[in-house]
């Protein structure tokens, strides 16, 4: 059984920073897209970025330039650094890891972020 877990979520003031990270069991993460989505209450799960095994990345409009995702397959981690955080960014962070030519996938458990105005 494949577990994800997130951490480095928690309460900030807007304008600072916080570093979520996402650890996986076992090497799931070499050839296979890792991404982050949020949801806040009341609203559907988004996609806040995403990077392939290749290392290309994508982010949503509202956190480009604020939010870098990286990834490390070697130790099977994914981070998401978030800058310049704003209060409308308060939401539970997810990381999924989607295996490349299947429809299986992999969620997290989710941490939450709040940002204070």
């Known amino acids: 059984q494949v577990q994800l877990a997130e951490s480095g979520g928690g309460l900030v003031q807007a304008g600072g920073s916080l570093r979520l990270s996402c650890a996986a069991s076992?090497?799931?993460?070499?050839?296979?897209?890792v991404g982050w989505y949020r949801q806040a209450p009341g609203k559907q799960r988004e996609l806040v970025a995403s990077?392939?095994?290749?290392?290309?990345?994508n982010y949503a409009d509202s956190v480009k330039g604020r939010f870098t995702i990286s990834r490390d397959n070697a130790k099977s981690t994914a981070t998401l650094q978030m800058n310049s955080l704003k209060p409308e960014d308060t939401a539970v962070y997810y990381c999924?890891?989607?295996?490349?030519?299947?429809?299986?996938?992999?969620w997290g458990q989710g941490t939450q972020v709040t940002v204070s105005s």
């Open positions: 999924k890891v989607q295996v490349r030519y299947s429809a299986t996938m992999y």
């Open positions: 076992r090497n799931i993460f070499s050839g296979n897209a």
């Open positions: 990077i392939t095994s290749g290392g290309t990345t």
